[in-house]
């Protein structure tokens, strides 16, 4: 098991936002988590990553509390928003930042890059432009490839197939199914968009309101199954 919550909860106002008594996440899945606007698939992800605190009850990742170390860290990785990234450095300044981090040199750095040249599509690399003069796609672009840089066993993506185009979306799906084969590597991924979390993930989480509402192994039903529930 690489994740584990229990009675987790976050309050805002007189709300309830996130409410999950227990989820326990193995290492290897792949999983969706959907549900609507405000469901708090958001807050949950910002919690499992001590960006935000519970108010209650606690996250462990491979059993040491989130919240009480930095260890997790080493191994995990996320893009949630572009408030991950760094809006007055170019994508090539932005990479090479990051890979300092991990101790790559420039030429790692460049030679990491080359796989996602597809990816990109042409539309990151060498252009001279700052981050913050990307459009929200290829920010999303510059934000995962940047996450997965430091190979990490657990990653946390929040929406990314939105404002991506489709052929991005498409070759996202790719990577994270490549990802799954080739590294033992524990997935988490928000989606709206039911075709991309049931073709990828092997697991969903349907939330609502901040309560698990369905928790369940991907089958050859789970797309019709999760369009009855959100067509209701
Ligand atoms: N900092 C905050 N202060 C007050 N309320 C908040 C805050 N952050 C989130 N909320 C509220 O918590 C609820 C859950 O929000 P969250 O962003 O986690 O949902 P979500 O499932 O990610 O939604 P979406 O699909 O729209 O991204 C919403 O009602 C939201 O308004």
Known sequence: MILEITDLKKVYGDKTVVNISELKINVGETIGLVG?????????FRMLLDLIRPDHGQVFSKGIDVASSDKWKDY????LDEGFLIDYLTAEEYFMFVGSLHNFTSVQVTDYLSQYEEFFNGEILNKGK????FSKGNQNKIGIAAALMQKPEL???DEPFANLDPTTQI????LVKSLKKESAITTLISSHDLNHVTEVCDRIILLEKGLIIKDFN???????ELEEYFSE
């Open 36 to 44: 609507n606007n405000g469901a708090g698939k958001t807050t949950l």
């Open 155 to 157: 990653l946390v993506l």
């Open 76 to 79: 995990t990785a996320s893009y």
């Open 130 to 133: 700052y981050i913050r003069d």
């Open 171 to 174: 070759r996202l799906k790719t």
């Open 218 to 224: 991907k089958d050859e039903n789970t797309l019709k």
